[in-house]
């Protein structure tokens, strides 16, 4: 089983500034097979990001994904304020596995 | 536009089944691997197993294996969980979800509590 662990647990922004998530496979995921998902309370996950870097349809591009092999980064160029939410990563190869999340609350 | 709506969900007893459902529409159903995924009160997402288009090829995570049976009917665009010996750490809103670079559409989700 593929392990992602995410960082950091919490990241506490400001509207306007940027962030960056960070997700770490214990193995290679294989030909970039790495989703990014946001999800809001009480709402299902949203999927934001598929082959590592492509932004799904309808997703602005203030979001941008990154890497390869084990190490893959989420990038929010300039946190708007509904973009304070979880963020899970997952990889999903032919047994797919989710991180842990990571929070990005309002500082 | 692409719906996806569980149902079946609800109080069981551990060690007691039950079967979700998820009405698929917007899309051709029969051409998408499908999946169930879920999340504990409180806690991260969890893949439960997906099924490939044509039901020939299924998978489970471990935590599930042998005691959950994902199917599908793409004649009435529906998939199906059957959850059988439930345990407590089952409790979670279980999601069913169109699999495509990811999973790309999702239900609102429906709560399976496990407790007596």
């Known amino acids: 089983e593929i392990v992602l662990t995410q960082s950091p647990g919490t990241l506490s922004l400001s509207p306007g500034e940027r962030a960056t998530l960070s997700c770490r496979a214990s193995q290679s995921v294989s030909s970039s097979y790495l989703a990014w998902y946001q999800q809001k309370p009480g709402q299902a996950p949203r999927l934001l990001i598929y082959g590592a870097s492509s932004r799904a349809t309808g997703i602005p591009d203030r979001f941008s994904g990154s890497g390869s092999g084990t190490d893959f980064t989420l990038t929010i160029s300039r946190l708007e304020p509904e973009d304070f939410a979880v963020y899970y990563c997952q990889q999903y190869g032919s047994s797919p596995t989710f991180g842990q999340g990571t929070k990005v609350e309002i500082k | 536009q692409v719906q996806l709506v569980e149902s079946g969900g609800g109080l069981v007893k551990p060690g007691g089944s039950l079967r979700l459902s998820c009405a698929a529409s917007?899309?051709?159903?029969?051409?998408?691997?499908m999946s169930w995924i879920r999340q504990a009160p409180g806690k991260g997402l969890e893949w439960v197993s997906y099924?490939?288009?044509?039901?020939?090829?299924?998978n489970y995570a471990d935590s599930v294996k042998g005691r959950f049976t994902i199917s599908r009917d793409n004649a009435k665009n529906s998939l199906y969980l059957q959850m059988n010996s439930l345990r407590a750490e089952d409790t979670a809103v279980y999601y069913c979800?169109?699999?495509?670079?990811?999973?790309?559409?999702w239900g609102q989700g429906t709560l399976v509590t496990v407790s007596s």
């Open positions: 099924i490939s288009s044509s039901s020939s090829y299924t």
């Open positions: 979800a169109r699999d495509s670079n990811g999973a790309d559409y």
């Open positions: 917007g899309f051709t159903f029969s051409d998408y691997y």
